[in-house]
Structure formats: structure tokens, C-alpha cells
């Protein structure tokens, strides 16, 4: 005879994806309605996660891994009140780069949107600002996945880095030395 299953209460229905060819799945979706507020937000979860998995193939090494509780409805509320903040780094040793980053919105920490990546090519020692590089690119590749979701044509964010050549490469006066 089977056991009954118990459910504990605080359960909330959600999916999942295994990934072929990589042992772990990935959350797609929850049903935990209660977190949203006013910022068209029934669907989104999935609808970012859908975004940010349909990126040009050659985009999504910056979002190897990311979490995000609310769809990005938090982050999507902070960027059209010019309140969003977005802090990332990188990291260089032994010829392997990371990055990681964090887009908030201050006293709403627990609706952040978090990633990390693994820098592709081979570094050399002392190129650390690719890595920081690689930090902005994903905090700007997050952030158009959440104006897509929550359809948003205008806002405002700040963000860090603490590498002087890696924002030079976004001057129109430089020019790259491949």
C-alpha cells in the first residue's frame, strides 16, 4: 500500500528544464504571485528567462548562470524610476577570467538579479579589464532582457567598475589593438 504524499503548504507550483548534456535543471517559471505588484508581471518569470535563453549564440556566455526572484519587475520598476543600480567585477588568474554582477534596486535586495560568467579566450596575465568587460556587457545584456519583458523604452541606471581602461572602450575615440 502507498504512502499519501503530504505537500507542504508553503509549496508553490513552478517548471523546470534539464539542459542536454549538463546534469542539473534549470527553473523556468514559479507560480509565487503573491512577490508581484503592478508591472504587467503574470508571465514574467518565464517571459525573462525566455530572453535572456534566446540570446544570439555568441551572447550567451555572459549569462552562464543568473537568479532572479520576480521576473526582473523589481529592476524593471528601479530603472524607470532612475534608481537602478548596477555593480559587477572581474576576476583574472592563472589565464582564466569570471565575472560576476548584480542589478538592485536599494532596499529591495531580495529581487535582485544576480549572474555570473566565465570569460571566453585565452588571457593573458595583466588583461584583467576584459574580464571587467565582460561584467558590463552582461549587466547590459540583463538589463535589455528586462525592458523587453516589462516593455520599457526609457529609464535610467548607475553603474560601477572600477577599471579605467575597461570604460575607455567605450569612448568613440578608441580603438581596440586586437
Not at 21 to 38: A, K, M, Q
Not at 39 to 68: G, K
Request: with cysteine.
Amino acid at each position: 500500500m502507498l504512502d499519501a504524499v503530504v505537500i507542504p503548504p508553503d509549496c508553490h507550483r513552478c517548471s523546470a528544464r534539464k539542459t542536454i548534456g549538463i546534469d542539473r535543471l534549470r527553473l523556468l517559471s514559479s507560480n509565487r504571485s503573491h512577490l508581484y505588484d503592478s508591472v504587467e508581471e503574470a508571465a514574467t518569470p518565464t517571459e525573462f528567462h525566455h530572453h535572456l535563453e534566446n540570446l544570439p549564440q555568441d551572447a550567451r556566455w555572459a549569462i552562464s548562470r543568473s537568479r532572479c526572484a520576480d521576473g526582473g519587475a523589481s529592476v524593471a520598476r528601479a530603472f524607470q524610476a532612475g534608481t537602478l543600480q548596477a555593480v559587477g567585477d572581474g576576476s583574472l588568474k592563472g589565464g582564466f577570467g569570471t565575472s560576476a554582477f548584480v542589478l538592485e534596486t536599494p532596499g529591495e535586495a531580495s529581487n535582485r538579479i544576480q549572474g555570473v560568467n566565465i570569460v571566453p579566450g585565452p588571457l593573458a596575465e595583466g588583461d584583467s579589464h576584459r574580464c571587467k568587460l565582460a561584467s558590463l556587457y552582461a549587466k547590459l545584456l540583463v538589463s535589455q532582457a528586462v525592458c523587453k519583458t516589462h516593455n520599457i523604452t526609457q529609464g535610467k541606471a548607475t553603474t560601477v567598475c572600477d577599471n579605467k581602461q575597461a570604460i575607455s572602450m567605450f569612448n568613440e575615440w578608441y580603438v581596440p589593438d586586437p
